[in-house]
């Protein structure tokens, strides 16, 4: 033994003892009541069912007794986070109201209902006397949350802060397979309410904790009825939970901006009723606690900068608290960008409040098993010092003690600087109010006269829903717009039309506009406490190629303007605000009338969503639709508006109105060529793998009341006759790859149900299987084929295209997948190539679409080729002249060679005398693909987001029909139907579906 090594054995016992006084002044600023009896057969559970000491914190390692108060035993009949036990969402509830009645410092609000009718509700908890006056707090709060109330006055600010209690609002259970967080907020409830430990007390006292224990009410149920159904079959594998809420699995956290689910909505009014600020969501995936309030960057770009610092106040403290209680596994910061607005806990972070998330570590259900880690996830890294275990036993009550140990220390810190985040809660409001002047815009605007009215009040009713104040002009007005610059965006690689011809620099730099806008614009103002988010949903986005952040976790793009196909104007000039206007009362909406006399009523298509809902209203009505513009009652009617003919004039009148459509009466039929449009019936197709990108299609459906009838793969196998009862079929997104959609799940072990039964009460509403394992199968494509062969319309997207493409349904198309293209949820620019094609009916020459790698397709006349120029042109050979003349052979004549046709990217290259010699592959003209709408050419294709690589799919067809006997198959590449964020594509699938036996209408057909 050296020295050296006895002097380090002295050191490291005297931080060892430095250590230990450490861990004690820990202990006591966490230590209980010592005159509090502890509920021992509780406690002894708590210790029982965590597996390891170190997964355990002095916060939670004991539960205080109470005569009065119930415990989770309860209604759980063990302890939280006991093996075996997963309550449903109305025994959690139940379980709230036993605290509401037991104890003053507890009360239950309702929340709202789910789009399935159950209940989601708030607990508040606090002192009996904060509690007592929840009321008083929420309206002070309210002055706090809207300072033009107290004119921006700092003072009165200052007094409202001192005299008010903050409300830190948590939710959980938002994914349904994450399921420890409700148990977890039982115990934090009962704690809170009873617990008398110094910081409790000061917790109580100084902040009003509110907790919607499940928010996702529905999947909660069926991922309960799951494990119990896994608890009657031990030894069987359980089904996978397909469905969670209604319609969205794991993008219920990705609705925030859209607005479209009840719990968002709920979370949105409750959020902004009750004037909280901070709402920190609960989710499990990352061993053991990440807390990715810190995240990382590109932090959102419309965020007050002050919450970006709260952001670091809150996560690292929090995290410095669990280093020391020598908790493994919990860390701040990670891989999670804070870009997208798109999660709920961004409606605190929009709405002038803090967004905070955990990821604590749950085992899908309330077993308690060894689980091993990668080693990514047990790496020590900088932020990471005290990294997760590589193999743990691992159960419920473990998660439940980080999740509590977590949200107590919290709840503590916040406590103490309740003041501090309260007047963050005013600034930040004050600065939303001041943005107008400040950093602007000072509004933006939705002219009067936009052609789609319609589209423009489901934009407007968006942010109402956000909470957003719109305003309306009662007289014409005029600002000033700044100049465009030029743009500096470098040109691509690509091999497009406009590659190498560089713009026209003085046609770029145009003088400031004067714009007028008549009376009836809709403005918004910046100049009101939720500016941020319209700012964050109305703006353009860039995310740079080279950000240092490669992996984004969401979308980059949302632009809800160009997806809505809606003018929206971003005004900076302050002369806005004083133009003449009036707050709107009420939902915006379009207005619906019936104008003029006669007994033909013509309706212009401008690409509302809400015409296929009138066609399916009045299913007892003759519709058809025009095949070329015309002009009547002195106006202009695009291409594919409706005529309608008939005496229900009382039913028409009644159904405009309610859908918000104008609709003229003419005297006479307009002299236009016109088909018949049918009430087409609808099959939705849907698998048993994946439910999540279809289930943004349903929705869509659903909201406009469109009839369909809800399929499986399975379904469409074993219908002998399609034909018999569907015209359409539309086989949204799966997010699997063909191959895995024709195969299904794996026919190995035991059959895996989803269907109703008395074990699973809430399983199969939607549709039901006695085994989901089977796929599509052969079966399924070749009843697909034959449906489209005898007239049928499949309309396919994304993986489903690349089903139709890969498997012989569109003969005359290929399709790749992208090697170099990146566009991780972007707003592109699209062109229509075929206006006159009904799938083009109400649409101008340009549109911009979501895209998110999508396929990348080309078109061909012959059979076999790759079609279009997936080659590309290698221009003249080695020879004589300059790089424009021909080579010229010596000693002969020369013979001028014919010219190359000029082929585009998403054009067919004609059929050459050399294959129609013996054609046999040459497909005839009828038969072949007609594309509808191609992208942009590279250098104009980003919108908004990230894009690289864009040359690769720039010109590429984006909508192809491809007939195929008597039937067509309509091909997306990018996804038309998105999240609630993409209603200006709607049409493009309405139109086909409603013009299914009439889409060659307007074709042109090729002499080659
Ligand atoms: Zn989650």
């Not at 799951?226 to 209604?246: R, S």
């Not at 009466?665 to 990108?693: C, E, F, M, S």
Request: charged share 20%; glycine share 8%.
């Amino acid at each position: 033994m050296t020295r050296h090594f006895s002097i380090r054995l002295l050191l490291a016992g005297l931080l060892a003892l430095a250590a230990g006084g450490f861990l004690n002044a820990q202990q006591s600023k966490w230590a209980p009541d010592p005159k509090q009896p502890v509920d021992e057969d509780y406690t002894k559970k708590i210790k029982e069912y965590t597996t390891a000491p170190y997964f355990l914190s002095p916060l939670v390692d004991y539960l205080p007794a109470s005569k009065t108060v119930p415990t989770p035993r309860a209604i759980i009949g063990d302890i939280a986070g006991a093996p075996g036990k997963l309550p449903y969402s109305a025994q959690i509830h139940e379980y709230m109201r036993m605290l509401e009645k037991a104890s003053p410092r507890v009360k239950v609000i309702s929340v709202g209902k789910s789009e399935e009718g159950r209940e989601m509700i708030a607990v508040a908890i606090a002192d009996a006397a904060l509690i007592a006056r929840l009321g008083e707090n929420t309206s002070r709060l309210a002055k706090l949350a809207d300072p033009r109330t107290i004119k921006l006055d700092d003072a009165e600010a200052d007094r409202l802060v001192a005299a008010s209690t903050p409300i830190y609002y948590i939710t959980g259970a938002l994914h349904s397979p994450e399921t420890g967080s409700p148990t977890a907020l039982m115990e934090l409830a009962y704690r809170l309410a009873v617990d008398e430990a110094p910081y409790i007390k000061a917790i109580r006292s100084n902040v009003i904790t509110m907790m919607t224990p499940v928010v996702e009410v529905d999947g909660r149920d069926r991922q309960a009825d799951i494990y119990n159904w896994h608890l009657a079959h031990p030894k069987d594998n359980w089904p996978p939970l397909i469905y969670w809420g209604k319609y969205l699995v794991h993008d219920n956290n990705r609705d925030a901006m859209g607005a479209t689910l009840a719990l968002t909505k709920n979370v949105i009014n409750f959020f902004v009723d009750q004037n909280v600020q901070l709402l920190h969501d609960l989710h499990e995936s990352v061993p053991y606690l990440y807390d990715n309030t810190v995240g990382d960057g590109p932090y959102n770009a419309w965020v007050d900068p002050i919450l970006a610092d709260e952001w670091q106040l809150l996560g690292w403290n929090n995290m410095s608290e669990m280093t020391k209680f020598g908790m493994p596994g919990a860390f701040a910061h990670g891989q999670f960008d804070t870009w997208s607005p798109g999660y709920l806990m961004f409606i605190a972070a929009m709405h002038n409040g803090t967004s905070r998330l955990y990821e604590t570590f749950g085992n899908g259900g309330a077993d308690t098993v060894e689980r091993t880690l990668r080693p990514g996830e047990y790496a020590r890294t900088w932020y990471r010092q005290n990294p997760p275990l590589p193999k743990a036993m691992w159960s419920q009550r473990n998660n439940n003690n980080y999740t509590q140990t977590g949200l107590l220390t919290s709840l503590s810190y916040y406590a103490a600087n309740n003041k501090l985040f309260l007047k963050n809660f005013y600034l930040k409001a004050k600065r939303s109010v001041l943005k107008a002047k400040t950093e602007g815009p000072a509004a933006y605007v939705f002219p009067a006269d936009d052609p789609h009215p319609g589209l423009q009040a489901d934009l407007l009713r968006v942010l109402q829903t956000q909470r957003c104040e719109i305003s309306r002009a009662t007289a014409p007005f005029t600002v000033t717009l700044p100049a465009k610059k030029k743009s500096s965006r470098p040109s691509d690689d690509a091999p497009g039309n406009d590659q190498g011809k560089p713009a026209d620099q003085k046609k770029d730099e145009k003088a400031p506009e004067i714009r007028q806008f008549p009376a009836g614009t809709f403005i918004v103002r910046m100049d009101q406490p939720y500016s941020r988010i319209a700012d964050a949903l109305l703006d353009y986005q860039y995310w740079s190629p080279s950000d240092p952040q490669k992996n984004p976790y969401d979308d980059t793009g949302w632009t809800f303007g160009e997806l809505f196909n809606v003018q929206v104007v971003r005004v900076t000039d302050a002369k806005v605000l004083e133009a003449a206007m009036q707050p709107v009362k009420g939902e915006v909406k379009a207005q619906g009338t019936v104008n003029g006399l006669g007994t033909v009523y013509a309706v212009n298509h401008d690409t509302d969503p809400r015409l296929i809902a009138l066609r399916y209203r009045l299913k007892d009505v003759a519709f058809e639709a025009a095949e070329e513009p015309f002009e009547a009652a002195g106006r202009k009617f695009n291409r594919g508006s409706f005529l309608l003919k008939g005496s229900q004039a009382a039913d028409i009148q009644k159904v405009a109105e309610e859908l918000g459509l104008q609709v003229h009466a003419l005297a006479l039929a307009p002299t236009v060529k016109t088909h018949q449009v049918k009430v087409p019936r609808i099959g939705y197709v849907h698998t048993w793998l994946g439910t999540q990108d279809e289930g943004w299609w349903r929705l869509a459906l659903d909201n406009l009341k469109i009839p369909y009838d809800y399929i499986s793969t399975q379904t469409v196998a074993k219908t002998p006759n399609l034909n018999a009862k569907y015209d359409v079929i539309l086989f949204p997104p799966v997010g699997r790859s063909a191959q895995q959609v024709i195969a299904g799940m794996p026919m190995w072990g035991n059959p895996l149900p989803w269907k109703k039964t008395e074990l699973t009460p809430n399983i199969g509403n939607e549709d039901s299987t006695d085994d989901m394992r089977p796929g599509l199968g052969w079966e399924g494509v070749a009843r697909l084929e034959g449906f489209v062969r005898n007239g049928g319309l499949l309309i396919t997207t994304d993986d489903t295209t690349d089903l139709a493409v890969t498997y012989g349904l569109t003969q005359g198309v290929a399709l790749q997948r992208s090697q170099r293209l990146k566009a991780p949820g972007a707003v592109v620019r699209s062109r229509f190539v075929d206006l006159a094609s009904p799938i083009a009916y109400g649409y101008d020459e340009n549109l911009s679409v979501y895209l998110s790698e999508g396929v990348i397709l080309s078109v061909s006349n012959t059979l076999g080729g790759r079609g279009g120029r997936f080659g590309g042109d290698t221009g003249r050979p080695t020879g004589r002249g300059t790089v424009d003349d021909p080579d010229m052979p010596q000693g002969r004549v020369f013979q001028e060679p014919p010219a190359d046709p000029k082929v585009e990217p998403w054009q067919a290259t004609p059929v050459t005398d050399e294959q129609l010699r013996n054609g046999i592959n040459v497909i005839p003209v009828q038969q072949r693909p007609r594309v509808i709408l191609r992208y942009s050419d590279a250098r104009d294709l980003l919108v908004s987001g990230l894009l690289d690589g864009g040359s690769e799919i720039a010109q590429r067809p984006a909508v192809i029909d491809v007939p195929l006997s008597k039937g067509h198959v309509i091909l997306f590449s990018p996804n038309p139907v998105w999240r609630g964020e993409t209603k200006g594509s709607y049409s493009l699938v309405f139109n086909a579906i409603l013009n299914f036996d009439n889409l060659d209408a307007g074709r042109k057909f090729d002499d080659r």
